[in-house]
């Protein structure tokens, strides 16, 4: 089903190709960026634990990403963004578990060798792998391969094609930007006024940063207005953590599987320029583990894996709705601007329990020109996240974190040296909402003061 619409676009791109080619250009861009971080907070705040606040000053390349951008006809265009991924703390899971579910290996060992280090190692072997054995629940569970890989060195946020047939209709095909709202689109450090981006496009992400599949968009002008789309079928999000960026996509096992999500946006004439938009996305996310179930006889080691059985259990299935708005106004060197999102994830192996995150934030900036090539932008941005049934989506860890949400309150001066290069001076106070609890074995009596933190930054960033 799948194979015959990326056939016909294939052939649609490999004739569209054939066409015009004395019209082919290339070029290449980027930009890169360098950042020295400072927090300040509580000694005894427990965000340490979970690597929010790090007593540290950092300095980093934060950004390095080039865009290959190739158009060898009027009516073909492929664009690749290539990125360092600075962050040594990321993780992701590259692939399934195996489990092992006949505890008799582990247990016969045990009582033969007498040393549960020995019995760990060779029960591994005795089970087919190499990877050791633990005993959880009274399940011998082997994990294969290991949990979890440094997402650390190249990325791609983005390699697609573009079928380009008229301005009202479009073809994208391949890893593309999730075109929800502003800043999820417009997040290169040169294009941006802050330092930091907002937590619901980056830590706690709202909609996916990048999705891989097929989306149609384009735009038609009403007077002197821009109305503009795009709509998309995907294999969804990517990384099951809510501070996940796996750099990699879901495989969708039937079509109820699939994600699909519209933008609609107007662009509207008045003032120097208004934009309103509004997002819709909806997609599953499920993870699974194979369960491996040997037979196994009196002996020890006599475990024959031709009488195995596998069986794949579903250890996250849940339906997420995500939806946004978006406005940005611009009047006279003034920026204002706000999103405004919504989602909810309902766990479908826990009858459609529900965790729902709320975020918002609003920018105004005004720009001031000090010279031919000088101009500096003071700013001040306001975020706030909020989220309500943590309990029912386990697997989002929000337990490991003492609190119900947090605020950002943020100001800034962003320089401007040239037409590509700028300077950075942030300051940040995340407010964080201090979740007690007393269960009479352990008790939780932060306040808000307790776990918020000051954030000092400072950024160079250079376009090329």
């Known amino acids: 089903m799948v194979k015959l619409p990326l056939l016909l676009v294939s052939s649609a791109l490999a004739l569209a190709c054939a066409a015009h080619a004395d019209d082919a250009t290339f070029k290449a861009y980027g930009f890169a960026d360098v950042e020295l971080l400072q927090q300040t907070f509580r000694s005894d705040n427990s965000l340490v634990l979970a690597g929010i606040v790090d007593p540290n000053t950092q300095l980093y390349l934060d950004h390095l990403n080039t865009y290959l951008d190739w158009k060898p006809n009027s ?11 600075p962050d040594p703390a990321q993780t992701f899971t590259p692939g399934m578990k195996l489990h092992a579910d006949s505890v008799a290996i582990f247990n016969d060992i045990l009582k033969k060798s007498g040393s549960p280090t020995d019995s760990i190692s060779r029960a591994g072997i005795a089970a087919g792998t190499h990877q050791l054995i633990q005993v959880i629940d009274g399940i011998a569970a082997i994990q294969q391969p290991s ?25 994208r095909v391949g890893k593309f930007l999730t075109p929800a709202g502003i800043w999820n689109v417009d997040h290169g450090s040169p294009t941006i006024l802050t330092v930091k981006q907002p ?16 989306q149609l968009f384009g735009h038609t002008p009403a007077g002197d207005n821009d109305l503009s789309y795009a709509t998309w079928v995907t294999t969804g999000r990517a990384g099951a953590g809510i501070a996940s960026e796996g750099d990699y996509a ?10 699909a999500g519209i933008h609609l946006q107007a662009d509207l004439a008045y003032l120097d320029g208004i934009r309103l938009g509004g997002t819709f996305h909806t997609g599953t996310h ?16 006599a475990t024959d894996l031709a009488d195995a059985n596998f069986s794949q259990i579903d250890t996250v299935y849940n339906r997420e709705l995500c939806y946004g708005l978006d406005s940005k106004i611009l009047w006279n060197g003034f920026i204002l601007q706000g999103e405004w999102n919504h ?5 479908l192996l ?13 920018l105004l900036g005004r720009r001031f020109p000090l010279g031919t090539s000088l101009d500096v932008t003071p700013y001040v941005m306001f975020e706030n996240i909020a989220w309500t049934g943590a309990a029912n989506n386990p697997y ?6 003492p609190t119900n949400g947090f605020s950002d309150y943020l100001a800034g001066l962003n320089f401007g040296i040239f037409s590509n290069v700028r300077v950075k001076l942030e300051y940040s106070r995340q407010q964080v909402q201090a979740r007690q609890l007393s269960t009479g074995q352990i008790a939780n009596t932060y306040t808000n003061n307790d776990l918020s933190f000051n954030q000092y930054a400072a950024q160079f960033s250079v376009a090329f």
């Open 75 to 85: 009516n073909i265009r492929v664009l690749a963004e290539i990125a360092y991924n």
């Open 147 to 171: 949990s979890s890989t440094k997402d650390h060195g190249i990325s791609l946020p983005r390699v697609h094609a573009d079928l380009l047939l008229a301005d009202e209709l479009n073809i």
């Open 199 to 214: 937590y619901e496009t980056n830590f706690f992400q709202i909609f996916p940063v990048s999705q891989t599949g097929v």
């Open 250 to 259: 879901e495989e969708p096992e039937n079509l109820d599987d699939w994600a």
């Open 286 to 301: 499920r993870e699974y583990a194979d369960w491996f179930s040997p037979a196994v006889t009196s002996s020890a080691f």
């Open 343 to 347: 989602r909810q994830v309902l766990n």
């Open 350 to 362: 826990a009858n459609r329990a529900e965790t729902n995150f709320d975020a918002e934030y609003v």
């Open 396 to 401: 989002f860890n929000l337990g490991n974190y």
